[in-house]
């Protein structure tokens, strides 16, 4: 009998309100440095530190897969937002590895400082990778992390940015 081998992924979460050119900088950096089968981004329903979302949830998966749609070995996976509430970290890691390896999880510099207020973050912590891309302005402070990679990012942008500008615009 053969044992069949599940692929290796990173996961790339996050509201993607809205996706940007940052993001994908990102994805094409981690394709380029992992060893994996897969890089799989998943867009949030609703971030669980946030009460609200600039775009709905489903504005945000089709801008999502619309800028990744041409990029090899990338899936775009609605999983958080067909569950239609804000998802924890743990409950989408543990969804993603009864059907892949899931090697890395991959986050903004922005998330470190208050990484250890997620959701059972010690389980996530003994599980995976994380894959950290630099952000201006925020600092590297790695202590809590069992394992990591730095992923040097050149793209200062953010969503919020996006948005402010769009907002300026509009007025």
């Known amino acids: 009998m053969f044992k069949h081998r599940k692929e290796s992924v990173a996961l ?5 309100d809205p996706p940007h050119f940052g993001h994908r900088e990102i994805v094409k950096s981690v394709l380029e440095i992992l060893d ?12 669980p530190f946030k009460n609200k979302s600039h775009y709905s949830p489903h504005k945000r998966l089709i801008l999502t897969k619309k800028m990744f749609q041409n990029l090899h070995s990338v899936e775009i996976n609605d999983y958080e937002i067909n ?6 970290t743990q409950q989408t ?5 009864q059907l892949y ?8 510099a922005d998330n470190l400082k208050n990484i250890d207020k997620w959701y ?19 600092e ?22 996006i948005r402010n500008k769009k907002d300026s615009i509009n007025i």
């Open 12 to 16: 790339f979460g996050g509201s993607f």
């Open 36 to 47: 994996i089968d897969k890089l799989i981004v998943v867009p949030t329903f609703l971030n």
């Open 83 to 88: 569950q239609q509430k804000s998802i924890k």
């Open 93 to 97: 890691l543990k969804y993603f590895q």
């Open 101 to 108: 390896s899931v090697k890395y999880f991959i986050i903004g």
């Open 120 to 138: 059972n973050f010690e389980y996530i912590n003994t599980q995976i990778t994380w894959v950290i891309a630099t952000r201006s302005g925020y």
């Open 140 to 161: 590297l402070d790695t202590s809590k992390l069992r394992d990591f990679k730095i992923l040097k990012v050149d793209a200062p942008i953010s969503s919020t940015e």
